[in-house]
């Protein structure tokens, strides 16, 4: 079994009452109760003007995120790959495109060009490649509940192969209804992560991933503070808080990820 | 990079169901696009698959159910490919063995119908559908995974039409970094009503079947499809005494245009550093290659960036064409369908010509290729691009 390492370079988070790194970490670090909001991400500034009004509430989480850890990396935004992980992806462009397909009394429908590219599951990685002008690889994952273990083992792998720095986005959204009923998260969560190759100096910590073909042997995985417990069991990205909260903290830790029937093992040491 | 074996194949699409069939329909110029019966008020043409109404899942995989999973299905059970993986499985254990599977609609239709059936007075859905294993994009990933009897880890890539072009990346990186031995890798895509009608508001549907090159060209035809290859280090061992060349995966690149999220780069900025570093990664020269399998969707827009782009690299010395007057444009499933064409044409020393085309674009300058030729091919580069200014070549080739 291969364990695959990289250097932490980066993070960002946002989601009810985690509004930005320099805010949420204080929280994460246990110092400050949880008070979660409703905290929907702002229009991302990195965009023109033209391309942000095209942008909803899944796109600006995504590059909220993005930009934050991209952001405190230092790196060149032009410079990073981009690994993009979600498992709804946009489900409220989505949910409007089936809506109007069937909407009563109308045959013939056109649905609206720009909702239609905003549907693919890369449009958040499309907006952030455009506002950044990065023309490095990009993809983008959708593994229902176990896209953060997923999109994590996709970068790590990524960093090990080419020896450069991902960003990691990982980010989703609450259905609309009635799609909400058949597929259930509580809030919006997203949170960024920057890789940087292993063995770079600096950083906030090195992070070591290595999947195996069975269940984790504990929950480790839940998040040390029980305010948070619900939030992680309530949207796939919020998987992360564990991490989140290792580093805000500074402390070094070992979890075991669901990932399928099997499991991905995280170390963090600072 | 160090190749990677494509030890197993499968593929459907509108021209048939197996390799083999492939071969035939390209060899006799025999193309798979009918009139829009599926959805015909978004008018066109489309690759349809036969069949897949009437094809059902094994009982014990009806939560499934849905126009791609059986798609997905109908493939596994093609060309040997199911019993291929289980007899590697033997080999590897089935915790070493990834599932990367690329879809940008995975199966959508199912909420297409259960949108249809909401309850008219609270709008709820109707109980059968199953969103997880349907609409969700992991559904493809967890239906491969479960069928093969597999439990490495399992990915579905969706970045639009180079999903299963950028799941091959993915793979290779997988089994590169040490994670797996071995990786299914793949896709599928089918008609929807969604794709149908987005690309209808875009403007993008050709009224005649799609003519990629041609001078004439007004747009794309849409296609279904569903292909998988089972993706191994060279130094495999060799199963069942199999002996002869095998198809290598060469060389991988991929580069984001930056620029437009439906438009492609104007000059093709994004495709030539992808083919650029599909090349690198092959440690090639251009001249190295015999044949670039071209993106080729039909649009105005593609073709005549996609010429300028593979003149940039290439110059006028390397034929190319485009596969997709004969499937239609299969989306998500464009990379894995038209990488194992490539393959075939290598295997069989033909080199495919583009269909449907009277005059190639005048303003073209790469070479491009209408009637069939008989020829080896050694080395094919095959090119997919996808909304959001997404990139991916793969070099292939043959290897002892």
Not at chain 1, 75 to 97: A, E, K, Q, T
Not at chain 2, 48 to 75: K, Q
């Amino acid at each position: 079994m291969s364990t695959l390492t990289a250097r932490i370079v980066g993070v960002s988070v946002w989601g009810p009452g985690l509004e930005g790194w320099p805010a949420s970490q204080p929280v994460l670090a246990g110092e400050v109760d949880y008070a979660p909001t409703v905290s929907p991400a702002p229009p991302p500034a990195i965009l023109s003007a033209n391309e942000r009004r095209r942008t909803g509430p899944v796109a600006r989480l995504a590059l909220t995120v993005a930009g934050e850890a991209a952001a405190m990396s230092g790196l060149p935004l032009d410079r990073l790959r981009s690994v993009f992980g979600s498992g709804n992806g946009d489900g409220i462009v989505v949910g409007s495109i089936l809506a109007d397909l069937t909407k009563p009394g109308e045959q013939e429908r056109l649905i609206s060009p720009t909702q239609f590219h905003n549907s693919v599951h890369n449009a958040a990685a499309g907006y952030w490649s455009i506002a950044t002008s990065c023309r490095q690889p990009v993809t983008c994952l959708a593994c229902h509940d176990f896209t953060w273990p997923a999109s994590l083992l996709a970068a790590m792998a990524e960093v090990t192969v080419h020896e450069e720095a991902v960003l990691l986005c990982v980010y989703d959204h609450p259905m609309p209804a009635p799609l909400d009923a058949k597929r259930g998260l509580i809030a919006p969560f997203g949170l960024g992560l920057v890789l940087a190759p292993a063995g770079q100096k600096g950083g906030m910590a090195e992070i070591e991933v290595q999947f195996a073909p069975e269940p984790p042997p504990d929950n480790s995985a839940v998040p040390y503070q029980p305010a948070l417990r619900a939030l992680a069991a309530g949207n796939p990205a919020a998987h992360a808080l564990r991490l989140l909260e290792t580093l805000a903290r500074g402390v070094q830790d070992r979890h075991a990820l669901t990932y399928l029937d099997g499991r991905l093992d995280v170390t963090v040491m600072p | 990079m160090r190749p990677l074996v494509l030890t197993a194949c499968t593929i459907i699409s509108a021209i048939g169901l197996g390799a083999a069939a492939h071969v035939q329909a390209l060899r006799a110029r025999s193309g798979g696009l009918r009139p829009n019966d599926f959805e015909p008020t978004a008018g066109g043409w489309i690759g349809r698959i036969a069949g897949v109404e009437a094809y059902r899942l094994p009982a014990s995989l009806s939560a499934f159910d849905c126009r791609n999973n059986r798609l997905t299905d109908m493939a596994l059970h093609t060309d040997g490919f199911a019993d291929a993986v289980r007899a590697a499985r033997d080999v590897y254990g089935a915790g070493r063995m990834a599932v990367v599977m690329g879809t940008s609609t995975s199966g959508i239709t199912a909420g297409e119908e259960a949108y249809r059936q909401r309850d008219t007075a609270s709008g709820a859905l109707p109980a059968w559908f199953e969103y997880d294993l349907t609409q969700d994009p992991f559904s493809l990933g967890r239906y491969v995974r479960t069928v093969l009897g597999l439990r490495g880890p399992a990915m579905v890539v969706s970045t639009a039409c180079a999903s299963s072009a950028r799941a091959f990346i993915e793979a290779a990186q997988l089994i590169h970094s040490g994670v797996c031995d071995a990786a299914v890798v793949g896709g599928a895509d089918s008609l929807c009503r969604m794709t149908l009608h987005g690309f209808a508001a875009l403007e993008l549907i050709s009224p005649t079947p799609c003519q990629p090159c041609d001078a004439g060209r007004s747009g794309i035809s849409i296609g279904e499809a569903a292909g998988f290859a089972l993706l191994e280090r060279l130094d495999a061992p060799r199963r069942n005494d199999a002996t002869g060349a095998r198809l290598a995966l060469l060389g991988m690149g991929a580069a984001s245009d930056a620029h437009h999220m439906s438009a492609p780069h104007p000059e093709g900025a994004g495709a030539v550093r992808a083919m650029q570093q599909a090349l690198r990664s092959a440690g090639m020269t251009p001249a190295e290659v015999d044949w670039v399998k071209l993106h080729g969707t039909g649009t105005r827009a593609n073709d005549a960036m996609e010429d300028l782009a593979v003149f940039e690299v290439f110059g006028a010395a390397v034929p190319c064409s485009s596969i997709k007057g004969w499937t239609g444009h299969t989306l998500g499933t464009c990379g894995i369908l038209e990488a194992v064409i490539a393959g075939q044409c290598m295997a069989e020393g033909f080199l495919v010509g583009c269909l449907g085309v009277d005059a190639v674009d005048p303003d073209f300058r790469a070479d491009v290729v209408v009637a069939n030729r008989e020829r080896p091919i050694r080395v094919a580069l095959s090119n997919s691009f996808g909304f959001g200014g997404i990139n991916c070549s793969l070099v292939l080739g043959h290897v002892a």
